[in-house]
Nanobody, 125 residues
Framework: QVQLVESGGGLVQAGVSLRLSCAFS????????MGWFRQAPGKEREFVAS????????YYADFVKGRFAISRDNAKNTVYLQMNSLKPEDTAVYYC??????????????????WGQGTQVTVSS
């Protein structure tokens, strides 16, 4: 059974950086495309970024392009989300997710098979 555990969240001021990590276990990470999503209070879960099995294809939501970067280290079974120039509107619970299906490119949560429990990111102004 795949397990995903996020870490690295916290309370920060606007403009600083954070790096989220997602530890993957239970299967071979290289068999899954991976994504990061976020959910703010009262809002639906939204796509942030995704990365292909090998890391050669990356996709980002428009609101994070140029600020966030997704990466993966299959040897360490870990996926990362580097978040720079954080804004108060980035405040949310951030989730990593794993997909074994081609639909992962769509950014739809329903295209992902496994989810972590989330890590809170709070950005103060």
């Amino acid at each position: 059974q795949v397990q995903l555990v996020e870490s690295g969240g916290g309370l920060v001021q606007a403009g600083v950086s954070l790096r989220l990590s997602c530890a993957f276990s239970g299967r071979t990470l290289s068999s899954y495309a991976m994504g990061w999503f976020r959910q703010a209070p009262g809002k639906e879960r939204e796509f942030v970024a995704s990365i292909s099995w090998s890391g050669s294809s990356l996709y980002y939501a428009d609101f994070v392009k140029g600020r966030f970067a997704i990466s993966r280290d299959n040897a360490k079974n870990t996926v990362y989300l580097q978040m720079n120039s954080l804004k108060p509107e980035d405040t949310a619970v951030y989730y990593c997710a794993a997909s074994s299906r081609g639909g992962w490119r769509t950014g739809l949560p329903t295209s992902y098979d496994y989810w972590g429990q989330g890590t809170q990111v709070t950005v103060s102004s």
